[in-house]
């Protein structure tokens, strides 16, 4: 990806619960059925690639990409993370 080539970039908060969610389902009335999907798995590693990534993504913003206040913020988030 080229610097400066993205004007938004979105950390989710790492909850990293450690958990597998399910949706289940449920019948007309509304009990819910023995049968689920699993919805979406929460676990973060933090390994040296995801580190990597995490600190070059201010260098992907374009120039209209962030202001003062997500650089500060943007900042304090990756120290925390060192």
Do not use: C
Request: hydrophobic share 35%.
């Amino acid at each position: 990806m080229n610097r400066q080539s993205v004007d938004l970039v979105y950390l989710d908060p790492p909850f990293n619960s450690n958990e597998d969610y399910n949706s289940i389902y449920a019948d007309e009335t509304g009990r819910p059925l023995p049968d689920q999907v699993e919805a979406y798995t929460d676990t973060w590693v933090l390994d040296a690639d995801a580190m990597r990534t995490i600190h070059e993504m201010p260098k992907m913003l374009s120039e209209h990409g962030i202001n003062g206040h997500g650089a500060t913020f943007l900042s304090n988030f990756l120290n925390g993370l060192a």
